[in-house]
């Protein structure tokens, strides 16, 4: 019984050869190995794409085709990984880290996710052009030295808001106006009011209340 069974796994015929890429395109290749001309597609394993005059391992397997194993010689510098399909590396253990010397770019038709525990990002410089944002969270802490914010029209909408400042300059160009229920403004030394005209107006009552009330 085992004598039958092995006579009938045989490992299927298949060598290799070294040639060069003489065609590439669409995913069809043509190898020029010796004085033949192979024709091959790119294995799963080769993530490398072949371009023209690359020097590649063939392998050859008789009645099923050629498949192009590695790239080994390229005369330029430039690499492209091509696959087809979803690409997912999982790491069971240890860390995942990109590196490059001149710039790292994600570029993406639809969607770029990250998902993770915790995000930290360091750069010497930023720039964020977002043409619609939206943020939810739970809470945000930023320590800003300096921070400069022009927009065509903001709105606001929050429940509550604290500021702490040192020193608070706001230059209105128009027209400025405030609404609430109530308005407390609270001065340890001096409050000033100047206008071209400045009007006070209640339904009820004013009130001045002061040790000195100078009038005109």
């Known amino acids: 019984m085992r004598n039958n069974v ?5 490992p299927e015929a298949v060598y290799q050869e070294v040639g060069r890429v003489v065609r590439a395109a669409a ?28 020097v590649v391992l063939v392998s050859v397997l008789p009645g099923r085709g050629a498949y192009i194993l590695a790239v080994l010689e390229r005369h330029g510098s430039d690499v492209s990984v091509v696959l087809e399909g979803d690409l997912r590396v999982k790491l069971p253990s240890g860390r995942f880290v ?25 750069a010497r410089q930023g720039s964020i052009l977002v043409e619609s944002l939206s943020y939810l969270g739970t809470a945000v802490q930023a320590e800003i030295e300096k921070a400069r914010v022009k927009a065509a ?4 909408s929050v429940e509550r808001i604290v500021q702490r400042v040192k020193r608070a300059y706001r230059f209105v160009e128009e027209f400025e106006q405030l609404r609430a229920e ?4 609270v001065a ?3 409050m000033s009011l100047r206008g071209e005209n400045t009007l006070v107006t209640a339904e009820e009552l004013v009130k001045l209340d002061g040790a000195q009330i100078h009038l005109g």
């Open 6 to 10: 092995a006579r009938k796994i045989e």
């Open 27 to 54: 995913g069809a290749f043509v190898v020029a190995s010796g004085a033949a001309e192979l024709e091959a597609r790119r294995a799963v394993s080769c993530m490398v794409e072949p371009e023209a005059d690359d």
């Open 98 to 122: 990109v590196g490059a010397a001149e710039g790292v770019t994600f570029a993406s038709a639809k969607e770029v996710g990250v998902v993770a525990g915790e995000v930290k990002v360091n």
């Open 153 to 156: 029209a903001f709105d606001a």
């Open 182 to 185: 109530r308005v407390d403004y």
């Open 188 to 190: 340890k030394k001096n």
